[in-house]
Each structure stands twice: as C-alpha cells, then as structure tokens.
C-alpha cells in the first residue's frame, strides 16, 4: 500500500508523458501528409492555422461538422484493428459538410483512451491522414488525452470535426429542389458507421459469432470494419458543372430520416427499392432481426451512403461524372407532390 507521505508523480497516477511524446513524434509525419500550402504552422503548436486568401472566394462562407464513429470501435477493439475507423471519423464530418456544397479544408481529432500506446495511436491516426488525403483536407491537429480512470484498459473514443467553405451564392440548402428532381443513389461500402449498436446485437448475440468468424465469405471483422466512403471529389467535380440541388448524407436515421431534412415544404421523395442492389450484409441482419421494411430504413442505409436530387436537365451529366470516379449512381426515386403526412414513400 502506497503511504500518503510517499512522492507521487504523473506517470504513478496513470498517465505517461513520455508515452505521449512518442504518440506525438510518429503522428507529426502523417498529419504533414496532408498539408497544402494553406497550413501556416506545423504540428506540436497550441493551434492550427490555416490561410483562406489562394482560395480566391469571392463571398465566403464556413461549414463545419462534428462527429464520432459510435459503437463501430467496440468492433475495432475486438478484432485489435485500429487502421480502418481513422477513415470513418473523417468520412463522417467531411461528407456532412459536402451537403452544403462546400469544400472540405481541415480536419481536427481528439483521441481518448485509458492508456496512450504509441503503435495503436499512429494506426489510429494513419486512417485520419489516408482519409484527410481522400477528401482533399489538411488534418491541422488533434488532442490525444490519457484517461485511466475515464475508461478500460483496451478502451477508446475518437471525435473529429471538419471545416469547409462553399460560396455564399452556391450553398445548396435543398431550396430548388422541384417536382419531377430524379435521386441519385451512391452506393454504400456498407454499414458505413451507423447501426452498430443493433448489428452487434444480432450479429454477436443472436448469431453467435465471434470476431473471426467466416460470414458472407470474409470474417465479421472485415464485413464490420469496411471503413465508410468519402464522397467528396466526385461530388464537387460534378458541382463544377452540373446542377445539384439537394445532397444527402446517409447516416444515423437512414434514409426516411435523413431525406426529409432537405426537402422542400409540399414535396416528398418517392424510392424505388428495386433501383440499385444493397450489400448482402443488410439482408442478413433482416432475416436475424426479424426487421420490417421501415425499421431497415430507419436503422441502416441500405446500401446507399449519399443521395443527390438533381434536375432533369442535370442527370445525364452527373451520371457520367459519377461514373468516371468509380462510383455505381443508380437513378433511385423522384421528388413528387406530397399527398399524406410520409415525407418519404418507399415503393
């Protein structure tokens, strides 16, 4: 038993500077990987600065998003896979803020855990980088905080937002959406980052399978940890040219809750459920659960991680563009007149 006479330091109360520094050194080269010629100072400063004069706005207008990856890292945790959630955590804030049309410019991470372990923080961090790379955003900095008391041992969380700017003329705030708008489905690479509190659920308890476990062909681990996709250079490449009126983020809620956020009074989104395929992923957790048709939509989403309502004059146009970035759009439904209190109409 420790005597309360005894000298106490940092490093006996749980928490290693040391250990942090270390953290520090090997994040330093990955968040440089990022950086364009807009981040004024390097990593290890109080705060990140970026210059917005290059980017030639003529009216300027910041966006910003904040989020997590859930109950998606328990999955992480359990099969000690810790490259894939940097991934999600950026994918999640940096798409919300292409909703808006905006162009994501720096991404900030806060990482807490009970113990700070170098090797598992720079895989962490090397999914934020590889992410900040995909959708064209600095990572600026980030917080690692050592909480032993906060969380167990094999613990963690991670929280990040990013910053955009779109031009005050060029937000899309679902405003000209119109009768007759076709949706564009992207596909989904899976669940993304949502659901996963009721696909462990079904998965681990119901089914009974552990980490390693064969399903669909891979193990639960690589089926679980497929990291969500970044939307961003397809979308702002067709938004150079094309008309987009409406972009929908697919995350918690689905797509009955997510849809309706944009849409115009009097308006409502009728979906072709037969218009693109969904990852056999979801049809397993159907059967598992027992689920009905709107709780499948309102959990998961079903295979689409981005919707664009987009004029007829427009459709052709972002299809191609789509297309040549690798995406698989699928026309998926039409904004028509609303008739009844569903905002959305699955058929």
């Not at 490093?11 to 010629?37: C, H, K, M, Q, W």
């Not at 998003?65 to 999600?88: N, P, W, Y």
């Not at 397809?234 to 009126?245: G, Q």
Request: charged letters at 25%; aromatic letters at 6%.
């Amino acid at each position: 038993m420790t005597n309360e006479t005894d000298s106490l330091t940092y490093r006996s109360a749980g928490v290693d500077i040391e250990a942090g520094n270390e953290a520090v050194r090997r994040l330093a080269p990955l968040a440089r990987s990022t950086f364009d010629s807009r981040v004024l100072n390097d990593i290890g400063g109080f705060s990140g600065l970026y210059g917005l004069g290059s980017l030639n706005f003529t009216d300027p207008v910041l966006v910003s998003s904040t989020d997590g990856v859930g109950t998606k890292l328990k999955v992480a945790i359990m099969a000690d896979r810790h490259d894939t959630v940097g991934q999600d955590l950026v994918a999640m804030s940096v798409n919300d803020v292409l909703t808006q049309g905006a162009r994501p410019l720096f991404f900030l991470d806060y990482i807490a855990m009970s113990r700070i372990v170098p090797e598992k923080v720079e895989k962490l961090v090397r999914g934020i980088a590889a992410g900040c790379r995909m959708a064209g955003c600095a990572l600026l900095g980030g917080e690692t905080a050592e909480m032993p008391d906060f969380y167990r041992p094999d613990d963690y969380d991670l929280a990040g937002f990013a910053v955009g700017a779109v031009e005050r003329s060029k937000i899309i705030d679902g405003s000209l959406i119109g009768l007759g708008h076709k949706i564009i489905g992207l596909s989904s690479s899976g669940l993304h980052s949502n659901g996963y509190s009721l696909a462990r659920k079904l998965i681990f308890e119901r089914m009974g399978l552990k980490i390693d476990s064969l399903l669909l062909g891979s193990t639960v681990a690589e089926v679980l940890l497929k990291p969500t996709k970044i939307y961003v250079n397809p979308v702002l490449t067709a938004l150079r040219r094309f008309d987009i009126h409406g972009i929908v983020h697919i995350t918690g809620g689905g797509i009955l809750e997510n849809l309706p956020r944009i849409l115009p009074g009097g308006c409502r989104a009728t979906i072709e459920l037969n218009a693109w395929q969904r990852p056999p992923i979801f049809e397993v957790l159907k059967e598992v659960g027992r689920m009905d048709t709107d709780e499948l939509y309102r959990t998961f989403n079903m295979g689409l991680g981005l919707l664009l309502i987009v004029p007829d004059s427009s459709v052709e146009q972002v299809m191609a563009v789509m297309e040549d970035h690798r995406e698989n759009p699928r026309v998926v439904g039409v904004i028509e007149l609303l008739s009844d209190q569903d905002r959305v109409k699955l058929v």
